[in-house]
């Protein structure tokens, strides 16, 4: 069946540096993929998408490219802030949009 | 423009009781979502209503079950709690055919 497998949190970096967390998916046919944010205390924001493959969504600084031939939606920023650490959860919705698969989220923690 | 809000923020009972969650979508949209989200893990697909019907189910028991009303809100009840019901619920919402879910607040339950 359909899955979503990101990198296990948490991760911590400083302030400025670079961030990546993989996302990698298992579907058939097109699935939509997504990054949602949850900052603490809160629901699920939106944070960028891709409906197709070599869609590249971007939003905030953060960037991720939909990679068809490696099934990957990697998440990237170039210079994190301490108002990034969050919980970052990958998704993929299939085709029919029947279903919407949620990777079990990575913790971010970005220290001053 | 209002975003989806669930009720109640928060929600204690015992084992054995029934719960009843409570989501109104944005205006709009016609597709609620419903999510368990347990302690320390990611997003457990529960329940999708769409147009007042129930359109697919995650893998969960017969006593989780809602409905969806005429004006698209909808509601999640567990019947029989037992301890490991206890999470963070969240409901989402979309127009039909669209893929980006738009996700409430959350209602906390806690089953003693």
């Known amino acids: 069946g359909d899955s979503v497998t990101q990198m296990e949190g948490p991760v911590t970096l400083s302030e400025e540096a670079f961030l990546t967390i993989n996302c990698t998916y298992t579907?058939?046919?097109?699935?939509?993929l997504f990054w949602y944010v949850q900052y603490p205390g809160e629901g699920l924001q939106l944070l960028l998408k891709a409906t197709k493959a070599d869609d590249k969504g971007s939003n905030k600084g953060f960037e991720a490219t939909y990679r068809k031939e490696t099934t990957s939606f990697h998440l990237e920023k170039g210079s994190v802030q301490v108002s990034d650490s969050a919980v970052y959860f990958c998704a993929l919705t299939d085709t029919g949009g029947f279903k919407t698969i949620f990777g079990a989220g990575t913790r971010l923690f970005v220290k001053a | 423009e209002a975003g989806v809000t669930q009720s109640p923020t928060h929600l204690i009972k015992t084992r054995g009781q029934q719960a009843t969650l409570r989501c109104s979508p944005i205006?709009?949209?016609?597709?609620v979502y419903w999510y368990q989200q347990a302690l320390g893990l990611g997003l457990q697909f529960l329940l999708w209503y769409d147009e007042g019907e129930e359109r697919n189910r995650g893998n969960f028991p017969p006593r989780f079950s809602g409905r969806q009303f005429p004006n698209y809100s909808s509601e999640l009840n567990v019947n029989a709690l037992e301890l490991e019901d206890s999470a963070l619920y969240l409901c989402a919402s979309s127009f039909r055919g669209r893929n980006e879910q738009f996700f409430g607040p959350g209602t906390r339950l806690t089953v003693l």
């Open positions: 579907a058939t046919g097109y699935p939509s």
């Open positions: 205006s709009g949209h016609t597709s």
